[in-house]
Nanobody, 116 residues
Framework: QVQLVESGGGLVQPGESLRLTCVAS????????AVWYRQAPGKERELVAS???????VYANSVKGRFTISRDNAKNTAYLQMSSLKPEDTGVYSC??????????WGQGTQVTVSS
């Protein structure tokens, strides 16, 4: 059974940082891509950052230069380091781990709130 467990969300002030963690089990993480999505209230879910098995990364324009996605295959873990957080970064952040469109799994999500 595949399980993804996210952690690291919380309430922070603008300009502060958070690191999200996604731990995968039951899947060969080393050959998987990991993707972080977020969904703000009343908005559609959007891709924030992704990393392939070969460490190729993609970022949404809104987070470039502020967020960094990384992975540790030995720990079956993907990270999202978020810096210089803005109120518009508020939302539920979800981790997706996949080996293509037919093999895809989701975590339960973690809330990030940026507010003064």
């Amino acid at each position: 059974q595949v399980q993804l467990v996210e952690s690291g969300g919380g309430l922070v002030q603008p300009g502060e940082s958070l690191r999200l963690t996604c731990v995968a089990s039951g899947i060969d993480f080393s050959i998987s891509s990991a993707v972080w999505y977020r969904q703000a209230p009343g908005k559609e879910r959007e891709l924030v950052a992704s990393i392939t098995r070969s460490d190729y990364t993609v970022y949404a324009n809104s987070v470039k230069g502020r967020f960094t996605i990384s992975r540790d295959n030995a720990k079956n873990t993907a990270y999202l380091q978020m810096s210089s957080l803005k109120p518009e970064d508020t939302g539920v952040y979800s981790c997706n781990v996949n080996q293509g469109p037919r093999v895809t799994y989701w975590g339960q999500g973690t809330q990030v709130t940026v507010s003064s």
